[in-house]
Antibody, heavy 116, light 110 residues
Framework: QVQLQESGPGLVKPSETLSLTCTVS????????WSWIRQSPGKGLEWIGY???????NYNPSLKSRVTMSVDTSTNQFSLRLDSVTAADTAVYYC??????????WGRGTLVTVSS | QTVVTQEPSFSASPGGTVTLTCGLS?????????PSWYQQTPGQTPRTLIH???TRSSGVPDRFSGSILGNKAALTITGAQADDESDYYC??????????FGGGTKLTVL
């Protein structure tokens, strides 16, 4: 079955860039929208944005100025870049597939801590 | 910016019926927002319960149902069980092609 796995540094310094990759296994990245969602410790879920397999994107307006997403269909991966991070960006970051009108598949999530 | 509202907490008795709601800070929720609902227990990945207002995801018991009630989306749990104790999130699709999560409802069953 299709599985998602996030990877990337667990610790990022303030003002630097957070970079994460999601690897899709057991299925193709083509034909779907792929999202990043985060959850700050003890808080709710926040949609960061999506990327379609063709490369088109849309981002949460509150993060738009700092977010870039990319996709590589040859490796079945998509990525998140979040610039100029602060402590407020400390969160568990999930990658997810947007299936029939829901986030139907989720990665296990990866904790990213912003600290010097 | 649009805010999606949910009850911060809700308490239910075992065997009882629970209705959690998902509203908008401005305006009404409709099927055009394609409401979806997720269950998350502490330390776990969210699990999809309902999409497109009222379609249950694969493997979800029919105790869970979705609807539009008045100007809000609703998740109803019929016959609440102890292991339904979780956080529940709704998500709405907005016309600007973005998705907005509600703040979540912490359901206690006791």
């Amino acid at each position: 079955q299709v599985q998602l796995q996030e990877s990337g540094p667990g610790l990022v310094k303030p003002s630097e860039t957070l970079s994460l990759t999601c690897t899709v296994s057991g299925g193709s990245i083509s034909g779907y929208f792929w999202s990043w969602i985060r959850q700050s410790p003890g808080k709710g879920l926040e949609w960061i944005g999506y990327i379609y397999y063709t490369g088109s994107t849309n981002y949460n307006p509150s993060l738009k100025s700092r977010v870039t997403m990319s996709v590589d269909t040859s490796t079945n991966q998509f990525s998140l870049r979040l610039d100029s991070v602060t402590a407020a960006d400390t969160a568990v970051y999930y990658c997810a597939r947007y299936g029939p009108w829901s986030f139907d598949l989720w990665g296990r999530g990866t904790l990213v801590t912003v600290s010097s | 910016q649009t805010v999606v509202t949910q009850e911060p907490s809700f308490s239910a008795s075992p065997g009882g019926t629970v209705t959690l709601t998902c509203g908008l800070s401005s305006g009404s929720v409709s099927t055009s927002h394609y409401p979806s609902w997720y269950q998350q227990t502490p330390g776990q990945t969210p699990r999809t319960l309902i999409h497109s207002t009222n379609t249950r995801s694969s493997g979800v018991p029919d105790r869970f149902s979705g609807s539009i009630l008045g100007n809000k989306a609703a998740l109803t749990i019929t016959g609440a069980q102890a292991d339904d104790e979780s956080d529940y999130y709704c998500v709405l699709y907005m016309s600007s092609d973005i998705y907005v999560f509600g703040g979540g409802t912490k359901l206690t069953v006791l």
